[in-house]
């Protein structure tokens, strides 16, 4: 019997207390090997192209480019890798939308020590992993969908906005933004006002209150 090959995992995560407990409970497993750390989104994107892994493990909340805007790059570039989301947000909007970025599971911080096993032998055999009160919101989104004839809406925000809501509360100009997220600094002035008119705030300080209570950046 020919023996599978192990799950060979990138694991990006800004801090890196967090990464060595992680790759703890990840190693202690004969069946996986984590053979590459990222820091941060960019990091991670990078190591993506070149590291002999087929499996990234992304925290959801990182300076600069945060686990969502990560997992849609390297799904785009890498679509054969499998993407996990780890997040310590119970949060529908952030779960509908990893799902969209291309992640094939949303693991919860704070059950990673029973779930993060699971999640990661659950991606590669093919299969989605959902945290259990998840599937209430699952649940809602289809009989939502069902009734009426579309997409339902998961948040004020799309992905992208969300990206810049962080930024600009990280005091990035508008010039940086522009540069990090590959756009014009138009396309960014324009998210910044219809941020702000979909959330009916004023300014920057508004906009990093929002941005903390939401979980995007760390008070």
């Given at each position: ?7 060979r995992v990138l694991?990006?995560d ?6 060595r407990?992680?790759r703890?409970?990840?190693s ?36 600069r480019?945060t ?14 890798l499998r993407?996990?989301?780890l997040?310590?947000h ?35 055999r093919?299969?989605?992993?959902v ?13 939502e969908?069902?009734r ?14 969300l990206e ?10 508008s010039?940086e ?22 959330l ?7 906009l ?12």
């Amino acid at each position: 019997m020919t023996r599978e090959a192990p799950i060979r995992v990138l694991l990006v995560d800004d801090h890196a207390v967090v990464r060595r407990g992680l790759r703890l409970v990840l190693s202690g497993e004969s069946d996986i090997d984590v053979v590459a750390e990222a820091e941060d989104g960019f990091e991670a994107v990078a190591l993506a192209r070149t590291a002999p892994c087929n499996l990234v493990v992304l925290d959801i909340t990182m300076p600069r480019m945060t686990g969502l805007e990560a997992a849609r790059k390297i799904s785009a570039e890498r679509p054969e890798l499998r993407v996990l989301i780890l997040s310590m947000h119970d949060n529908e909007q952030y779960f509908f939308e990893a799902l969209k970025a291309g992640a094939s599971g949303y693991v919860l911080k704070s059950a990673a020590d029973r779930d993060l096993v699971e999640a990661c032998r659950a991606t590669m055999r093919g299969e989605s992993f959902v945290y259990p009160a998840a599937l209430g919101a699952l649940i809602r989104n289809y009989l939502e969908r069902a009734r009426d004839g579309g997409e339902a809406s998961t948040g004020p925000l799309t992905a992208r906005e969300l990206e810049v809501v962080k930024l600009i509360a990280e005091s990035y100009s508008s010039r940086e933004i522009a540069d990090l997220l590959v756009i014009s600094i138009k396309t960014v002035e324009r998210h910044r006002a219809n941020i702000l008119e979909k959330l009916g705030l004023r300014d920057r300080i508004e906009l990093t209150r929002y941005a903390i209570r939401n979980g995007l950046v760390e008070p």
